[in-house]
């Protein structure tokens, strides 16, 4: 008969859970997101496509004739594809102190609820196409400022954004905040105590995070747009040969590019390119600013992916009028600018619908020496705890795993800002 689980270890597991989602800073900003029972997620590979937000287009006139098209439904793929486990091995001899085990479980609530933020930070900070570069360091209100400016004026919604900046840039915020001349005296002294600045700058909520990341410069060099028309038609699906039809995403777009050194580019490289500015999401009115782009990826030689998709309206197609979000197709030799021009910290800012927590699920058969418990937290992360006795030298090993997924759903929804570039 296999051994009970030991009564020390259902008070480290309970334990463990109760404050798992303590820890969880990021994810309880995020939008947890799981549609399916764990049944169909295993049959889809843990990979879904979930409706995209749509636009609509408006004409002049009362005949309509010639405007009238396909609607294109827009889809995101959204995946489950991160597991992580934090495991150890006790001897007989360290087994005698229930306390051991309950320390190792507070250390593994540390790191998975760490993983699961800062797998969530990474996605926003990397992927948001906005991105916001201030010369010098952090100072306050005209910070945040720019990132809400960057947002509202292309029809971002004003609700639910959030910001994490890292400690440094935090305190320093902090520490302009913590002067009777840029605040009242509430905040001042809130400020100067506790290094806290106000849940409300700017329309953001702005939080201190304890894990950072850091992009180094771009070093690509001279850069410039490699050939005419590179202009993405959204389209809800694409057609094989065969006639199958596959769901198609459109938040990113391919991009030649000419550049000596093409090798050095790397994702999360921040430019824009001369002579396409932004546009209002809704309105389609001109913002005056140039549309700020992050590289996603390297498909293929010369070639970068983008995100934002570049939508100009190029094809003149009905979704091209309906999702345009620049004013220009790059023309032929564009300079391309580069934005993060020294290394520095990354903050993320974005709105909380936008990025999505998965929580995900796996199975185990527990048979003898082997036993398991698992829980599910409040933000739906489920926690395993599984041990097994060892007859050779009667140590036990045991291990506790999680699974989940992130996705940015809309890139112009999401970005990062970066201080002391110059």
Excluded: C
Excluded at 6 to 11: N, T
Excluded at 139 to 151: I, P
Excluded at 159 to 178: D, I
Excluded at 221 to 234: C, E
Aim: net charge neutral.
């Amino acid at each position: 008969m296999a051994n009970k689980l030991l009564r020390e270890e259902r008070v480290m597991f309970d334990k463990m859970v109760a404050g798992f989602d303590d820890q969880l800073v990021i994810a309880k900003s995020a939008e947890k997101y799981r549609p399916l029972d764990d049944q169909s997620m295993q049959r889809v590979g843990d990979k879904i496509w979930i409706p995209a937000p749509n636009i609509a287009a408006s004409y002049d006139g009362f005949d309509q004739t010639a405007n009238f098209g396909d609607f294109a439904d827009l889809a995101v793929p959204v995946s489950i594809g991160f597991h992580k486990s934090s495991n150890g091995k006790m001897s007989a001899k360290e087994l005698r102190d229930p306390m051991a085990l309950r320390r190792y479980g507070d250390a593994a609530k540390q790191k998975l609820s760490s993983d699961i933020n800062y797998a969530l930070f990474l996605t926003a900070a990397l992927q948001g196409s906005q991105f916001v570069k201030r010369n010098a360091g952090a100072s306050g209100f005209d910070d945040v400022a720019q990132a809400d400016a960057g947002m509202t004026e292309v029809g971002v919604p004003t609700a639910n954004r959030k910001m994490f900046l890292s400690p440094r840039n935090y305190n320093s915020m902090a520490g302009n905040l913590a002067k009777p001349q840029t605040s009242g005296l509430r905040e001042t002294m809130t400020a100067y105590e506790r290094a806290l600045v106000s849940n409300d700058v700017a329309g953001f909520e702005v939080f201190k995070n304890d894990q950072s990341i850091r992009l180094g410069a771009a070093t690509g060099g001279v850069t410039t747009v490699n050939g005419a028309g590179q202009y993405w038609v959204p389209q809800a699906f694409s057609t094989a040969a065969t006639g199958e039809k596959e769901n198609v995403d459109n938040r990113y777009s391919p991009l030649a590019v000419s550049a000596a050194t093409y090798a050095n580019i790397k994702a999360g490289d921040a430019f824009t390119i001369t002579g396409v500015n932004s546009v209002h999401l809704v309105t389609k009115q001109d913002t005056g600013q140039p549309q700020t782009f992050r590289v996603i990826g390297k498909p293929a030689a010369g070639v970068i992916l983008v995100a934002p998709a570049i939508i100009s309206g190029g094809g003149g197609t009905k979704a091209e009028i309906e999702y345009q979000n620049v004013t220009a197709t790059p023309a032929n030799g564009a300079a391309i600018n580069w934005l993060n021009t020294v290394t520095a910290d990354l903050n993320p800012f974005f709105v909380k619908e936008n990025l999505l927590l998965l929580p995900g699920s796996f199975s185990i058969e527990e048979e003898a020496g082997w036993l398991s418990m698992r829980a599910t937290t409040d933000l739906g992360i489920a926690i395993t705890y599984v041990r097994q006795g060892e007859i050779n030298d009667l140590s036990m090993k045991f291990r506790w795993d999680i699974d989940f997924g992130t996705a940015l759903t809309n890139p112009q929804m999401a970005g990062a800002m970066a201080f002391n570039q110059t």
